[in-house]
């Protein structure tokens, strides 16, 4: 499985951005899919992930309210728009696949980086104050 994100760059507090990441697994449609991010300095934390279907969708609470994550499994294609962007969302993110989560997998397990197998180059996002 190859994951490709894009759609980072500069924006200023207050602004949006959507980061976009392509999937080429055959198994797109059975995959859960998940966003994480890691800041200058910082671990890799979880920041959203959602089901196979799109049906359910989990966000840390430093995002959450704030960004959106979807997908079309006809294209392939998981974004999260992010809204109310503030400087501490600098970071690079990165989406990742875990084609093994069952559809009732929930927040707990869709948020532990060890549950993905792939990952993508990551994407930078800097949020000026």
């Known amino acids: 499985v190859q994951l490709q994100a894009s759609g980072g760059g500069l924006v200023q507090a207050g602004g949006s951005l959507r980061l976009s990441c392509a999937n080429s697994?055959?198994?797109?449609?059975?995959?859960?899919m998940g966003w994480f991010r890691q800041a200058p300095g910082k671990e890799r934390e979880f920041v959203a992930a959602?089901?196979?279907?799109?049906?359910?969708?989990y966000y840390s609470d430093s995002v959450k309210g704030r960004f959106t994550i979807s997908r079309d499994n006809a294209k392939k294609m998981v974004y999260l728009e992010m809204n109310s962007l503030k400087p501490e969302d600098t970071a690079v993110y990165y989406c990742?696949?875990?084609?093994?989560?069952?559809?009732?997998?929930?927040?707990?397990?869709?948020?532990?980086?060890?549950?993905?197998?792939?990952w993508g180059q990551g994407t930078l996002v800097t949020v000026s104050s």
């Open positions: 959602v089901s196979r279907t799109g049906g359910s969708t």
């Open positions: 990742a696949s875990d084609r093994n989560a069952i559809l009732t997998a929930g927040p707990t397990y869709a948020s532990q980086q060890e549950n993905y197998e792939s």
């Open positions: 697994g055959r198994t797109f449609s059975r995959d859960l």
